[in-house]
């Protein structure tokens, strides 16, 4: 069936980066383009970006730029989302989407 | 930046319409989904491009949209849809970047 699997929890230390993995599964991989969403703790959900599978064209919330890189490797369905600089308020859970289908979402711990 | 507006709570009884609304400058132009999402877990699309509900969701949640507001509507609301609802849009800039509304607190007592 139609699937997205992320990869696991990651703790990180402050100005660390940490990279999410978001493997489709069920589909055409390049038909769809794969958002990244977050929510911390209590709060709603606030987009970070889109990538292209088929180009590799990329769009990313202004919040983001220059901290925020999404990449691809199509030769196992696989999208990537790193964010650098990690502060406290990174914190949160990190979901690929392919709008209609989401991942059941990656926690970020940023902990000093 | 864009911004999308909706109220913050919404509170009906059991078989009850609940109306939840979405406001944002672009959306006579743009689609709007709505998403729901219960405690824990990961949204679930109910709603796309306005009106249009996706296979498998229970036919009492209907879509529409009206100049600058869209609005999810859950005709007899059911306990089981207590959630937050979000609506997701994107602005006339042409750059496709997307926005999510604060969110709607749902709860059916």
């Known amino acids: 069936q139609v699937q997205l699997v992320q990869s696991g929890a990651e703790v990180k230390r402050p100005g660390a980066s940490v990279k999410v993995s978001c493997q489709a599964s069920?589909?055409?991989?390049?038909?769809?383009?794969i958002h990244w969403v977050r929510q911390a703790p209590g709060h709603g959900l606030e987009w970070m970006g889109w990538?292209?599978?088929?180009?590799?064209?990329?769009k990313y919330a202004q919040k983001f730029q220059g901290r925020v890189t999404m990449t691809l490797d199509t030769s196992i369905s696989t999208t990537y989302m790193e964010l650098s600089s990690l502060r406290s308020d990174d914190m949160a859970v990190y979901f690929c989407?392919?709008?209609?289908?989401w991942g059941h979402g990656t926690m970020v711990i940023v902990f000093s | 930046s864009y911004e999308l507006t909706q109220p913050p709570s919404v509170s009906v009884s059991p078989g009850q319409t609940a109306r939840i609304t979405c406001s944002g400058d672009?959306?006579?132009?743009?689609?709007t989904y709505w998403y729901q999402q219960k405690s824990g877990q990961a949204p679930v699309l109910v709603i796309y491009?306005?009106?249009e509900r996706p296979s498998g969701i229970p036919e009492r949640f209907s879509g529409s949209s009206s100049g600058t507001m869209a609005t999810l509507t859950i005709s007899g609301a059911q306990v089981e849809d207590e959630a937050d609802y979000y609506c997701?849009?994107?602005?006339?800039?042409?750059?496709?970047?997307?926005?999510f509304g604060p969110g709607t607190r749902v709860t059916v007592l």
């Open positions: 997701y849009s994107t602005d006339n800039s042409g750059d496709r970047s997307y926005v």
């Open positions: 672009a959306l006579p132009k743009k689609y």
């Open positions: 491009e306005d009106s």
């Open positions: 069920g589909y055409t991989f390049t038909g769809y383009y």
């Open positions: 990538i292209n599978p088929k180009s590799g064209d990329t």
């Open positions: 989407a392919r709008l209609d289908i």
